[in-house]
Nanobody, 124 residues
Framework: VQLQASGGGLVQAGGSLRLSCTAS???????IGWFRQAPGKEREFVAA????????YYADSMKGRLTISRDHAKNTVDLQMNSLKPEDTAVYYC???????????????????WGQGTQVTVSS
């Protein structure tokens, strides 16, 4: 199982980015989460979506600025991030879990597979 996060880059404060999580060699029939890690900080939850896409979860610190969506036909999970702030600067990772549910979506240890991350840098 290999995941790949893409779409990161350098953006000015107030700008937007759309991250994508894609899978190699398998279908994304998993709960998918996005996490981020800034230098010197612990990895933190950003957003997640259930396998069917009916349930979504967002970090309180970013709620209202994020939309997570999945496209089973394209085998991708996207994270639209708007109104970005310098404190959003981090490496963003996508992760997959076979049996995550409910509040477990927020916990990194509940995920089985991780992508390599994509750098998001927000300038002030």
């Amino acid at each position: 199982v290999q995941l790949q996060a893409s779409g990161g880059g350098l953006v000015q404060a107030g700008g937007s980015l759309r991250l994508s999580c894609t899978a190699s060699g398998f279908t994304l029939d998993y709960g998918i989460g996005w996490f981020r890690q800034a230098p010197g900080k612990e990895r933190e939850f950003v957003a997640a979506v259930s396998w069917g896409g009916s349930s979504t979860y967002y970090a309180d610190s970013m709620k209202g600025r994020l939309t997570i969506s999945r496209d089973h036909a394209k085998n991708t999970v996207d994270l639209q991030m708007n109104s970005l702030k310098p404190e959003d600067t981090a490496v963003y990772y996508c992760a997959a879990s076979m049996d995550v549910s409910g509040s477990s979506y927020y916990i990194a240890d509940e995920y089985d597979y991780w992508g390599q991350g994509t750098q998001v840098t927000v300038s002030s």
